[in-house]
């Protein structure tokens, strides 16, 4: 008689997230939030550990299933091949036992699709277990280039590896290595205080490298009794870093715009550095519920220079030109510098993003030069360092801006110049890997 079949919490957890990423395009972290409420402690690592390891290793994981099922991945049923993947992120990158491994998958699967694919789920995982990571690797790797081995050991598209290499330029293999593994490792939060609301003392925690408003604090930040009262908040430095060099660089006096506020994170951290120099935030925001959130993030600065919350299009002002003396520009982009945080991102992202990204992102600098004053500065900013979204935006600009050098205003962040700009990387400052432009407007 066969024995009963079960499914642990964990297991079923993650399962449950992979196929609302599959289904529903639902992101993991708020998947695996919504998906693992009720587990323990112990079974909530282990879930965390599984469905992101799963993501972020989707495509490497693929190539090893399709050779180990001896067809393409694309022709199974698609709950069975997230099966497979968390069966082999167990087998591969646990120290889950093989025959554990298999076991609970055939388990996962005939409980959860059917017990008509129970036989496929462990011929193929039984196939994975007959090699380790190094061994697939190692089959995997004959007849390919050096970067569809990198791609392949690292768990990264081939295109996301070329556009690393493009922004790296010039350093060596190791380094590009370095800045794609670095994006297997999840970071520690970062929290960052509102100016003149908190300190970092209260936040706990070591201090953050560069940033002089930060602190990186392991676990829930919202025990933290700052957070908790909005005086504080989570923030990568990399984003504390790129206000902060706006809020340094000489200007005239007047409003500063952040014209692409949502959800308020820079807002938040800029209006306190605007109110500390006499002056206040106009946060603008195109659509009306990430512009709520930008008012809650807002809604600790109170007094005369209390920031104020729009709802516009940032490309077509809603103000006339020259209204402000420093303007952020933190646009919409495909968002590859947080690959650490968006397990599921790097496969979910496509090179064709970038048609309708790229465009945005220059009618939204063209028109933050234009709604700052002469003498004002402008910070254009991503969290991608993808050339098409950095430095070629900047250098598609219309006239009326100069470039200024901007490691010049953060002269404690080492290595981060390249050219007249600053690119922050996980492997070198960890850090989201930011890239900051800084502008001047000329009177013409
Ligand atoms: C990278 S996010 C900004 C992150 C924000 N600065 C922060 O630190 O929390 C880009 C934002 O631009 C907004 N956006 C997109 N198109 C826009 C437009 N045409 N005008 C203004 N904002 C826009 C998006 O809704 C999104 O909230």
Known sequence: ???????????????????????????????????????????????????????????????????????????????????LR????????????????????????????????AGLVNAVLRKVAARDWDGWLAELSAGLDDLDVLALATQHPRWIVEAWRDALGDRSPDELRAALEADNVAPVNHLVVRPGLASVAELGGTPTRYSPYGAAVPGAPGSIPAVAE??????????????LALSRVEAPSGLWLDLCAGPGGKAAL???LAIEQGSRLVASELQPHRAGLVAANLACYDGDHEPVTVVADGTRPAWPPASFARVMADVPCTGLGALRRRPESRWRRQPSDLADLVPLQRRLLDS???????????????????????????????????LLRAADYLPEVADAAVDDFVQLWPHRHGTDAMFLALLRRTAA
Do not use: K
């Open 1 to 83: 008689m066969s024995r009963r079949r079960q499914v642990d919490p964990a297991r079923l957890v993650a399962f449950r997230v992979l196929r609302r990423i599959g289904d529903q395009d639902a992101y993991a972290n708020l998947a695996l939030a919504a998906e693992g409420a009720g587990l323990e402690t112990r079974d909530a690592a282990f879930a965390t550990e599984l469905t992101f390891g799963s993501c972020r290793a989707l495509g490497s994981y693929d190539a090893i299933l399709e050779r180990a099922a001896g067809r393409p991945v694309a022709g199974l049923d698609p709950a069975v091949l997230d099966v």
């Open 86 to 117: 968390l069966g082999t992120h167990q087998l591969l990158a646990m120290r889950v036992p093989s025959h554990a491994a298999v076991a609970t998958s055939v388990d996962l699967a005939a409980t959860q699709i059917g017990e008509r694919v």
């Open 230 to 243: 909005g005086r504080a908040g989570v923030q990568d430095e990399g984003s504390q870093l790129v206000a």
């Open 270 to 272: 800029l209006a306190g």
């Open 368 to 402: 933050a030069i234009a709604a700052t004053r002469p003498g004002g500065v402008i910070a254009y900013v991503t969290c991608s360092p993808q050339l098409a979204e950095t430095r070629e935006v900047v250098a598609a600009r219309a006239a009326g801006a100069e």
